[in-house]
Every structure is written in C-alpha cells, then in structure tokens.
C-alpha cells in the first residue's frame, strides 16, 4: 500500500470511527485482529470475509466496533459491526462486493481504546459479464452499464 | 437463520442468517442509462434476552442477499 494510499485510508477509518460514539481508538496493544479473505475472489460481486479478534470479550475489556474498509470500491466502508461483552466472540463472517483487486482492512476499537487491524489483498479472477444485452461481455468495460459497480445482475461465466 | 439445536447456559453459539435482499447499490446505470436507485438493508441488529449484543450497518458494499455469521 503506498504511503497516499494509507493517509486516505487512515483518514477515512478515523472519520468513521468519529462519527460512532465511544472512546477514540489508538495504535497498538495486545489485541490481534485476524482478516480472512480469499487471495483470488473468482466472482466480485460475492467474496467471503471473516474476522476475528482475539479478546476476552468481558465488561471491561471487549471489542466495541469493527470496520470493514474496501477503498477500491465506490463506497470504501463496506460495514460498521458495534458488539458488547454480550457477544460470545468478536468473530464474524459475511460476503462482500469487491469492485476490482484491492487490499481489504478490517479495522477494530476496544473497550479499553485499542485498535487492531489486519489487511488482506484480494486478486478479482475470473471472467463477469452482466445480463445486459448492452454489455460487451468483459467486465470491467466503460459500454458496460454494470461497470461503475458490482451489482445483482451479473453473473459469473463457467 | 441457523443455530445450535441445543445450547448450555453461557455455552457460545454460532448464528448464521441469510436474509433474501437485492442490495441495489445506486451505483448501477440500467439499460437506458438511468442509475437504478440505491435499495440495501441498512441495519442489522441481534438481541439475546432483549438486550443488544451486534448491531451491523450495511453499506452497498455488502453483497446482494446478505449472509452474516457471528457468535
């Protein structure tokens, strides 16, 4: 990740941790954040993503938001989780739309004010093409109305 | 959604839920050219007893028919 890059992205997550209530997060501590993302996602409009934070997920010290960052995307803030010491484990899954190969972050904020983070690159593979009849067949391309962004239309070619 | 048959008290469960939605991102343009309106579940709240352990906000970025797993 270049040096732009990281200023946009550590703007972006400090801008988005502002507008949550809680604590300002900082740099470093024990917590460990682990981001699962797959090296190559054959179909962008679905990639699998789990997280985990190593936490003791107790009263005074639990994770209190997790982020989602994607900053190749429209949207670079693909989801904002709040958990409590309720939640069993700061661990979640879900699958989220990559728009072209990118370095996901998933950024986290304790109780205690930590914040780990962890990112992962994922390669966009295989061949997509919406179900457009205005759509050339390679994905991405400018004629493509599906190109400004991932969408429920497309599908992935066996 | 998806859990545990059964569970021990203070036992950690994973649940999994899959919820049926489009998650129209507006960033889409339709044959015509007209951007097709953003239409995505925003919220995503679970309680245990009442009480509110995950509270999720989905961005377009999140994929279409939502699947979510967490403990």
């Not at chain 1, 996602?41 to 010290?61: I, R």
């Not at chain 1, 960052?69 to 739309?97: D, F, K, Q, W």
């Amino acid at each position: 990740m270049n040096s732009r890059r990281r200023r946009v992205l550590d703007a972006a997550a400090s801008a988005a941790f502002a507008a949550l209530p809680g604590a300002p997060a900082r740099e470093g501590g024990g917590d460990a954040l682990a981001l699962e993302l797959p090296e190559v996602a054959e179909n962008g409009f679905s990639v699998p993503l789990a997280f985990s934070v190593s936490s003791p997920t107790s009263a005074a010290d639990h994770v209190d938001a997790v982020l989602i960052l994607a900053p190749e995307n429209p949207h670079a803030v693909v989801a904002t989780s709040r958990l409590t010491p309720a939640s069993g484990t700061a661990r979640a899954a879900t699958r989220i739309r990559l728009a072209r190969t990118q370095t996901a972050t998933a950024l986290a904020r304790t109780s205690t004010g930590v914040a780990p983070h962890d990112a992962r690159r994922a390669r966009r593979g295989g061949r997509l093409r919406c179900l457009s009849p205005r759509c050339p067949g390679r994905y991405p391309s400018p004629r493509c109305p599906c190109t400004r962004y991932p969408g429920a239309r497309a599908r992935s070619r066996a | 959604m998806k859990v545990p048959a059964t569970a021990l008290a203070g036992e950690t469960i994973e649940i999994r839920t899959l919820l049926r939605h489009r998650m129209e991102s507006g960033e889409r343009l339709d044959e015509a050219g007209v951007r097709v309106p953003r239409d995505i579940v925003n919220r995503f709240v679970a309680r245990f007893d009442g009480e509110v352990f995950l509270e999720v906000e989905l961005q377009p970025g999140v994929a279409e028919n939502p699947w979510l797993v967490f403990t």
